[in-house]
């Protein structure tokens, strides 16, 4: 069973920047980049959000245009660890940030494997 | 941007009752839906994925049904282990929405 855990999460000042690691284990007989991975946001309180998606294969890159432009997601497959990389924090960021790993045999993305969460804040 | 509206927004209900839960797209999407659970402090947890596909481990109890623009998850008997937050999210196209989001409430 995969099991995903996220890291870099914090207090951000507006207009500052974070890198949120995701780090992957159990993926017998396979790596990170054997699936689509994504990352969710959610507001304290609030619903889910899409925040952005990574393809397999050929690493393909997806944002919402919410963060297009400040926000940039990748992988190190040789680390089984994704990333999020946020530029230009704004108040509006501010959320529970989750990676979640696509099931592979469906329509992507599919999210059957999910991190606990990590909170970032953005706030002066 | 597709526009995925869940209703109702809550719905109150009592271990046994059958519950649905209603999911619209505002355009086409085929089957490429999800429905997830959420419990408050928790993340996410996949139950259905192209609409009506049980997500291994899921109780037999939930089932989705649907395509194009009109969806459903169903409960058959209410467990009170099922009391949650419920989201659909579509898998159609860029951006992937998500549902606002279901509270199945004790009645």
């Known amino acids: 069973e995969v099991q995903l855990s996220e890291s870099g999460g914090g207090l951000v000042q507006p207009g500052g920047a974070l890198r949120l690691s995701c780090a992957a284990s159990?993926?017998?007989?396979?790596?990170?980049?054997?699936?689509?991975m994504t990352w969710v946001r959610q507001p304290p309180g609030k619903g889910l959000e899409w925040v952005s998606t990574?393809?397999?294969?050929?690493?393909?890159?997806y944002y919402s245009d919410s963060v297009k432009g400040r926000f940039t997601i990748s992988r190190d497959t040789s680390k089984n660890t994704l990333y999020l990389e946020m530029d230009s924090l704004r108040a509006e960021d501010t959320a529970i940030y989750y990676c979640?790993?696509?099931?592979?045999?469906?329509?992507?993305?599919?999210?059957?494997?999910w991190g606990q969460g990590i909170l970032v804040t953005v706030s002066s | 941007d597709i526009q995925m509206t869940q209703s109702p927004s809550s719905v109150s209900a009592s271990v046994g009752d059958r519950v649905t839960i209603t999911c619209r797209a505002s355009?086409?999407?085929?089957?490429?839906l999800a429905w997830y659970q959420q419990k408050p402090g928790r993340a996410p947890r996949l139950l259905i994925y192209?609409?009506?596909d049980l997500q291994p481990g899921v109780p037999s109890r939930f089932s989705g049904s649907g395509s194009g623009t009109d969806f459903t998850l169903t409960i058959s008997s209410l467990q009170p282990e099922d009391f949650a937050i419920y989201y659909c999210?579509?898998?159609?196209?860029?951006?992937?929405?998500f549902g606002q989001g279901t509270k199945v409430e004790v009645k």
């Open positions: 355009q086409g999407i085929s089957s490429w």
């Open positions: 192209d609409a009506s």
């Open positions: 979640a790993k696509d099931r592979g045999s469906s329509a992507w993305p599919t999210l059957d494997s």
């Open positions: 999210q579509q898998a159609n196209s860029v951006p992937y929405t």
């Open positions: 159990g993926l017998t007989f396979r790596t990170l980049g054997s699936y689509a």
């Open positions: 990574i393809r397999r294969g050929d690493d393909v890159t």
